[in-house]
């Protein structure tokens, strides 16, 4: 497993940017595949967006398609989620996950490293 934390998280209000970033430990970060969740209080943790261990596929909530953007730097053992175009229904603590299987999914039951999370809340 790798140890993940998340930051950037913050109150925007609707229409602004935040960008998450989740740093990794661990030497082989790189063969993991990773992704972020979001949990809104009193409802369940959801998917938002995955990557492949090559970066190649990348895919996203349809909730999110089109104003999210992830990313990884495998140099830096850190992953990226720019946000742009904030809703209030984007308020959630935001969960960076990984999967040493390497392949992106978006069931939360095939990662098996998580972070802490970072809250994110967006006012209308």
């Known amino acids: 497993q790798v140890q993940l934390v998340e930051s950037g998280g913050g109150l925007v209000q609707a229409g602004d940017s935040l960008r998450l970033s989740c740093a990794a430990s661990?030497?082989?970060?790189?063969?993991?595949?990773v992704a972020w969740f979001r949990q809104a209080s009193g409802k369940e943790r959801e998917f938002v967006a995955a990557?492949?261990?090559?970066?190649?596929?990348?895919y996203y909530a349809d909730s999110v398609k089109g104003r999210f953007t992830m990313s990884r730097d495998n140099a830096k053992n850190t992953v990226y989620l720019q946000m742009d175009n904030l809703k209030p229904e984007d308020t959630a603590v935001y969960y960076c996950a990984a999967d040493r299987d390497g392949t992106a999914t978006m069931s939360l039951l095939d990662f098996d490293s998580w972070g802490q999370g970072t809250q994110v809340t967006v006012s209308s």
């Open positions: 990557m492949h261990r090559s970066g190649d596929n990348t």
């Open positions: 661990g030497r082989t970060f790189s063969t993991y595949a």
